[in-house]
C-alpha cells in the first residue's frame, strides 16, 4: 500500500510541477505578448501624435498663406489706384506738353480719321469748323482746297490732291514743305506706326526758311565781296608787276654788265629786293586764291628727282655764300617721274628747302626721298619726302604754331629772317589739296626736319634693273668730309655695281693706294686739302686711274690745269643719272650709235629769226630789247593789239611776243585776229603772252584767246631766250645760251 501511496504522491507532485511549468510557459508568452502589444500600441501613439503634429503645421501655413494672399491683394489693388493715377497723369501732361509746343502733332487711325490733334496743328486750318477729330484725311484734303489753306502753286487741285494721297500712301513717306497763305511755312513730317496709325507732325519752320533766305542774301554778298576781291587783287597784281618788270629787268641787265664792285652791289640788292617784293606778293595772292577755294590743280608728267635738283641749283648762290652743304638723297628703287602739278609741288619744296636754308648757318640741309608702291604691281606709290637741316630748330612749345597765317617763331636768332610768314600755311595748304599731310618734327638748337607724304601716280614703271655702271669699272674711292654725301654716293654706287671704299680725307685717301681703284671721285671743298689738289697730287704719283670731280661750282672746268688733271666735273647734289652717264663715258661700254641710217638735215639758207614783241610800256620795251640784244634777231615792237595784227601781217614774225593789258585793242583781241587771218590764209605763228595777271584762271582765259604759251611779268632773261630757242626756225642758226 506504502508503495502505491507513493508513487501516487510523486505522481502528483510530477504533474503540479509540469501543471506550474505550463502555467508559468502560458505565463511568459502572455508577457511577452502584452510587450508586444504595448510596442504596437506605443509606436501607433507615437505616429498618431506626429501626424496631428504635422497637421497642426500644415493647418498654420494655410493660415500663413491665406493672410499673405490677403496682404498682397491689399498691395496690388493699392499698386493698380497708384499706377492709373501715374498713368492718368502722364496722359495730362503729355497732351499739356503737346498743347504747350508751337508745332502741331496729330494722330490718325487705320481709317485714317483724325484721333487727336494738338491746338498748334488745328489752329494751321484757320479754325474751321469741320476740322476736329472724326474727319478723314480725304475730307481734310478737301477742306485745305477749298478753304485755300496751301498755296499749291501752279498745280491743278486734282493734282494736288492725288500727289499729297500718293505720299501718305508710300511705304517710306518723305518730308514736305508747304507754304500757307499767311506765308508761314510747314515742314509735314509723318509716319505710319507698326499698328497702322499715322502720327504727324506740322512744324513751324518759317523763321528757318527766313534765316536762310538772309544766308543766301549774305552769301550772295560775300562771293560779289569776293569777287570784286579777287578782280582788285588782279588789277593790283597787274599795276605792282608791270613797273617791277622794269626795276628788275634793268637790274638783272645791270647785273650782267661791267660794273664797279660797290656798283654791283647795289645793282644785285635793287633785284634781290625786288624779287622779294614779288615773293610777297605771290603769297598773298595764293593765299587769297585758297581761301576762295578757287586754287585748282593741274596734273601733269615731270621728273621728281630732277625738279629737286633744279631747285638746289637755284638756292646754291645763297647755300655758297653761307658755307652749307646741300644734299639729295632718292632712293634708287623708286621711279623719278610721276603725275602731278608740278609747279604747285615745286613751289612746296622750294618753300620746305628754302625755309631750311634760310634758318641754318652752319652743317648741312639733306633732302631725302623714299617710297613705296601701293601694293605690288600698282602703278600707285606713297611718296615720303623730309627736307632735314642742322639750323636754329623751333622750340617745342611753339612746334604746334608753324603751320599758322602769318605765323613766324619770334626769338631773338630770327628776327633777322623777313617773310610774310604765309609760307607754310600755303604749303600745308597745297599739300592737302594734293591729299596729302604734313609734320614737323625739331629740336631746338640742333634742327629741324619738315616731312610730308603724298600719293602720286607714276608716270613711268618702277626700275625693275637699277643702272649698272661699265664692266672695266670695278672699284670705286669716295673722298668727302661729309658722312651724310659719302653714304649718299656709296649708295648709288653700290646699286650700279662697283665696290666702293669711303674716305674723309685726302691724306686717308693717299693711304688707301688709290692706284688699285678703278675710279676716283672726290669732293672739291674739303678742309687741309681741296679736291684739286688731291688730284694734283694723284696724278704726280702717276695714278691713271679717272677721277670725278663733285662740286657747286663746275665753272672749276674752265682751268686748262684743272682739265688735264680730272676726268670729268659732277655738279653737287649729284643727280644719279648724270652720275651714271659719266661712267658710261667713262668706261666706253655703250657703242655709239650707228651713223649711217640717220639723214643729214642740210638747213635751208640762213636768215635772221624774225621776233614781234606787242608791248605798250617803253619801259618794258627797253628791258625786253636789252634782253635779247645777245641774240641775232630781226626784232619789232608793237604799242598796241591793232599795231601787232598789222605787223603780223607786214612783218610775218616768226614769234610774237603779246602783252595781254593794252590800249585800243589787248593782246586777247589781237591774237584772235591774227588766228582768224591764218583760218584764212593758212600757218600758224606761236603766240606768247606777256601778263602782269597771276590770278588762276588767268592762265586758262589766256590759252583759250589762242595763245601757245604764257610768261609772268616780271621777266626773266633766260625764260625768254628759252622761248626763242623753242620756236627757232630751221633756217636760223642756233645761237649759243648767254651766260
Known amino acids: 500500500m506504502s508503495n502505491t501511496a507513493g508513487q501516487s504522491l510523486q505522481e502528483m507532485l510530477a504533474q503540479e510541477r509540469r501543471g506550474r511549468l505550463a502555467a508559468e510557459r502560458l505565463l511568459d508568452q502572455k508577457s511577452r505578448e502584452l510587450v508586444q502589444a504595448n510596442r504596437k500600441l506605443a509606436d501607433h501613439a507615437r505616429l498618431l501624435s506626429d501626424e496631428i503634429l504635422e497637421q497642426r503645421e500644415t493647418v498654420k501655413t494655410v493660415l500663413t498663406e491665406s493672410e499673405d494672399l490677403k496682404g498682397r491683394n491689399t498691395r496690388a489693388q493699392a499698386d493698380l489706384e497708384r499706377a492709373n493715377r501715374m498713368a492718368v497723369t502722364a496722359e495730362r501732361r503729355l497732351w499739356d506738353a503737346l498743347e504747350t509746343i508751337e508745332d502741331g502733332f496729330a494722330v490718325f487711325?487705320?481709317?485714317?480719321?483724325?484721333?487727336?490733334?494738338?491746338?498748334?496743328?488745328?489752329?494751321?486750318?484757320?479754325?474751321?469748323?469741320?476740322?476736329?477729330?472724326?474727319?478723314?484725311?480725304?475730307?481734310?484734303?478737301?477742306?485745305?482746297?477749298?478753304?485755300?489753306?496751301?498755296?499749291?502753286?501752279?498745280?491743278?487741285?486734282?493734282?494736288?490732291?492725288?500727289?499729297?494721297?500718293?505720299?501718305?500712301?508710300?511705304?517710306?513717306?518723305?518730308?514736305?514743305?508747304?507754304?500757307?497763305?499767311?506765308?508761314?511755312?510747314?515742314?509735314?513730317?509723318?509716319?505710319?506706326?507698326?499698328?497702322?496709325?499715322m502720327v504727324s507732325l506740322a512744324l513751324n519752320i518759317t523763321d528757318t526758311m527766313r534765316y536762310e533766305q538772309q544766308l543766301r542774301e549774305a552769301r550772295d554778298k560775300a562771293e560779289s565781296a569776293n569777287r570784286a576781291k579777287s578782280a582788285f587783287l588782279a588789277n593790283m597784281s597787274h599795276e605792282i608787276r608791270t613797273p617791277m618788270n622794269g626795276v628788275v629787268g634793268m637790274a638783272e641787265l645791270l647785273c650782267d654788265g661791267d660794273l664797279e664792285e660797290e656798283q654791283r652791289l647795289y645793282a644785285e640788292t635793287i633785284k634781290s629786293s625786288g624779287e622779294a617784293l614779288l615773293v610777297i606778293i605771290n603769297d598773298v595772292l595764293d593765299y587769297s586764291k585758297i581761301e576762295a577755294e578757287k586754287l585748282t590743280l593741274h596734273p601733269e608728267a615731270f621728273d621728281l628727282e630732277r625738279a629737286i635738283h633744279e631747285i638746289i641749283v637755284l638756292l646754291s648762290p645763297s647755300v655758297q655764300e653761307k658755307g652749307i652743304v646741300l644734299l639729295v638723297d632718292y632712293d634708287i628703287f623708286l621711279p623719278t617721274r610721276f603725275v602731278a602739278d608740278p609747279g604747285r609741288l615745286r613751289q612746296v619744296l622750294t618753300n620746305l628747302i628754302g625755309n631750311a636754308v634760310k634758318f641754318t648757318a652752319q652743317g648741312h640741309v639733306l633732302v631725302r626721298v623714299t617710297g613705296f608702291a601701293d601694293e605690288e604691281g600698282s602703278n600707285k606709290y606713297q611718296l615720303h619726302v623730309s627736307v632735314e637741316d642742322t639750323g636754329i630748330g623751333i622750340p617745342e612749345e611753339k612746334i604746334d604754331h608753324v603751320f599758322g597765317e602769318f605765323n613766324q617763331v619770334e626769338d631773338e636768332?630770327?628776327?633777322?629772317?623777313?617773310?610774310?610768314?604765309?609760307?607754310?600755311?600755303?604749303?600745308?595748304?597745297?599739300?592737302?589739296?594734293?591729299?596729302?599731310?604734313?609734320?614737323?618734327?625739331?629740336?631746338?638748337?640742333?634742327?629741324?626736319?619738315?616731312?610730308?607724304?603724298?600719293?602720286?601716280?607714276?608716270?613711268?614703271?618702277?626700275?625693275?634693273?637699277?643702272?649698272?655702271a661699265p664692266s672695266r669699272l670695278r672699284s670705286a674711292l669716295v673722298i668727302d668730309d661729309q658722312q651724310i654725301n659719302r653714304m649718299i654716293l656709296q649708295k648709288q654706287l653700290d646699286a650700279m655695281g662697283l665696290e666702293v671704299t669711303t674716305c674723309r680725307s685726302a691724306a686717308e685717301a693717299l693711304a688707301r693706294h688709290p692706284e688699285t681703284f678703278d675710279l676716283i671721285l672726290t669732293d672739291h671743298q674739303m678742309p687741309e686739302t681741296s679736291g684739286l689738289e688731291l688730284a694734283e697730287a694723284l696724278r704726280s704719283d702717276g695714278i691713271?686711274?679717272?677721277?670725278?670731280?663733285?662740286?657747286?661750282?663746275?665753272?672749276?672746268?674752265?682751268?686748262?690745269?684743272?682739265?688735264?688733271?680730272?676726268?670729268?666735273?659732277?655738279?653737287?647734289?649729284?643727280?644719279?643719272?648724270?652720275?651714271?652717264?659719266?661712267?658710261?663715258?667713262?668706261?666706253?661700254?655703250?657703242?655709239?650709235?650707228?651713223?649711217?641710217?640717220?639723214?643729214?638735215?642740210?638747213?635751208?639758207?640762213?636768215?635772221?629769226?624774225?621776233?614781234?614783241?606787242?608791248?605798250?610800256?617803253?619801259?618794258?620795251?627797253?628791258?625786253?630789247?636789252?634782253?635779247?640784244?645777245?641774240?641775232?634777231?630781226?626784232?619789232?615792237?608793237?604799242?598796241?593789239?591793232?599795231?601787232?595784227?598789222?605787223?603780223?601781217?607786214?612783218?610775218?614774225?616768226?614769234?610774237?611776243?603779246?602783252?595781254?593789258?593794252?590800249?585800243?585793242?589787248?593782246?586777247?583781241?589781237?591774237?584772235?585776229?591774227?588766228?582768224?587771218?591764218?583760218?584764212?590764209r593758212g600757218g600758224h605763228v606761236p603766240i606768247c603772252a606777256l601778263t602782269a595777271h597771276a590770278m588762276d584762271g588767268d592762265g586758262d582765259e589766256i590759252m583759250s584767246s589762242g595763245m601757245d604759251h604764257y610768261l609772268t611779268k616780271p621777266l626773266r632773261k633766260a625764260a625768254i631766250h628759252d622761248m626763242i630757242a623753242q620756236h627757232r626756225p630751221d633756217m636760223v642758226p642756233a645761237q649759243e645760251p648767254v651766260e
Open 544 to 680: 691713271t686711274a679717272p677721277i670725278l670731280l663733285l662740286t657747286s661750282n663746275p665753272a672749276v672746268l674752265r682751268s686748262p690745269a684743272a682739265r688735264s688733271m680730272l676726268d670729268g666735273v659732277l655738279q653737287k647734289p649729284l643727280l644719279r643719272r648724270d652720275l651714271y652717264q659719266k661712267l658710261i663715258d667713262i668706261g666706253g661700254d655703250v657703242p655709239a650709235p650707228p651713223t649711217e641710217n640717220i639723214a643729214k638735215v642740210v638747213p635751208a639758207r640762213s636768215r635772221k629769226m624774225k621776233v614781234l614783241a606787242a608791248e605798250d610800256n617803253r619801259t618794258n620795251q627797253l628791258v625786253f630789247s636789252k634782253m635779247v640784244k645777245t641774240l641775232d634777231l630781226d626784232l619789232r615792237f608793237a604799242n598796241n593789239g591793232r599795231e601787232a595784227v598789222a605787223a603780223f601781217e607786214e612783218f610775218a614774225p616768226d614769234l610774237i611776243f603779246m602783252d595781254v593789258s593794252m590800249p585800243e585793242m589787248d593782246g586777247k583781241e589781237a591774237t584772235r585776229a591774227i588766228r582768224t587771218l591764218e583760218a584764212e
Open 109 to 197: 487711325n487705320t481709317e485714317n480719321r483724325l484721333v487727336i490733334a494738338n491746338r498748334s496743328y488745328l489752329e494751321l486750318f484757320e479754325g474751321i469748323d469741320g476740322i476736329v477729330p472724326g474727319i478723314t484725311y480725304d475730307a481734310l484734303l478737301d477742306l485745305i482746297l477749298h478753304e485755300g489753306i496751301f498755296d499749291i502753286g501752279l498745280q491743278s487741285p486734282g493734282d494736288w490732291r492725288a500727289r499729297m494721297l500718293q505720299r501718305w500712301r508710300d511705304e517710306t513717306i518723305d518730308p514736305l514743305t508747304v507754304k500757307l497763305w499767311n506765308d508761314r511755312h510747314i515742314k509735314l513730317v509723318d509716319r505710319r506706326g507698326q499698328d497702322g496709325d
Open 413 to 468: 636768332r630770327n628776327r633777322k629772317f623777313e617773310g610774310t610768314g604765309l609760307g607754310l600755311a600755303i604749303t600745308k595748304q597745297l599739300l592737302e589739296l594734293m591729299g596729302g599731310e604734313i609734320w614737323v618734327e625739331s629740336e631746338e638748337g640742333k634742327g629741324s626736319c619738315f616731312g610730308f607724304q603724298v600719293e602720286f601716280e607714276a608716270a613711268e614703271g618702277a626700275p625693275l634693273n637699277p643702272l649698272k
